[in-house]
């Protein structure tokens, strides 16, 4: 019992200096460390080729971002392409596996939970956060997976809300958690980020884990990254026919 104390009155007195932390302190020393704030302007579209695993089952996936805030996924598994996308109206998705084959446009609550800028680590919600209308907090520390974490609940101007984990020993974003308000799905994915390698300046994860007790744990590694490729905004659009 008293080797239990001590133990935990020497974390207490580790934990401080991390404690009297502000919240702006961490989130410049994040856009520092990633180089992100500085860098990101000289990216306008993104094109990532990964490579993958859920449930046990081997995935290609293909992700093409656009500022301000255009995103497409196609995921290809067991010979069937999935793909979700949304641009600046609205958003649509294939779900071949439910017999979707033909494009269906997103009810409101799905364009509202795959367009929220709070999922998208190429759209860094920790950046410009205030302009961009978001509120930022410190909650504390917090342990994620095997690390304590500074933890950063951000609350976007809709009232959809996420936790950002930081590093605290290199300010890199260790996993995030997005709250999913309205839907009813009750479970928040954490996403886990890791192997970070520099893409114009920027510190990006490469590998990508969600939480072993997901409805669909995976992982995924990011093989090709291609930079300030054309992409038209019709590319994101839903499809005619």
């Known amino acids: 019992m008293f080797n239990k104390k001590i133990i935990l009155l020497i974390a207490f007195f580790f934990a401080l200096p991390a404690l009297s932390q502000t919240t702006d302190e961490i989130v410049g020393k994040t856009l520092k ?18 490579k993958g695993k859920m449930n046990g089952l081997d995935f290609t996936l293909s992700l093409w971002y656009k500022k301000p805030h255009f995103a497409k996924t196609e995921m290809q598994i067991n010979n069937q392409k999935t793909i979700t996308c949304y641009n600046d109206i609205d958003g649509w998705y294939t779900a071949p596996f439910k017999g979707k084959f033909k494009p269906v446009k997103m009810t409101q609550e799905q364009f509202d939970i795959e367009s929220s800028p709070l ?10 956060y205030k302009k961009r209308g978001f509120n930022v ?3 504390g520390l917090e342990k994620i997976g095997r690390k304590l974490c ?3 609940k951000i609350v976007s101007a809709k009232g959809d809300s996420a936790y950002w984990y930081i590093d605290p020993e290199n300010h890199l974003p260790y996993a ?10 009750s479970k928040n994915v954490i996403v886990f980020y890791g192997e970070y390698k520099p893409v114009m300046g920027i510190l990006f994860p490469h590998l990508y884990l969600t939480s072993p007790d997901s409805k669909q744990p995976l992982n995924y590694k990011w093989e090709k990254v291609d930079l300030n490729i054309p992409l038209k905004d019709d590319f994101f659009r839903i499809p005619s026919n």
């Open 119 to 128: 999922n998208e680590f190429f759209f860094l919600p920790l950046h410009e």
């Open 137 to 139: 907090d410190f909650t």
């Open 176 to 185: 995030s958690k997005v709250i999913r308000r309205k839907s009813s799905d």
């Open 150 to 152: 500074y933890a950063l």
């Open 33 to 50: 460390s990633t180089g992100y704030s500085e860098n990101i302007k000289k990216i306008s579209t993104m094109a990532i080729t990964c």
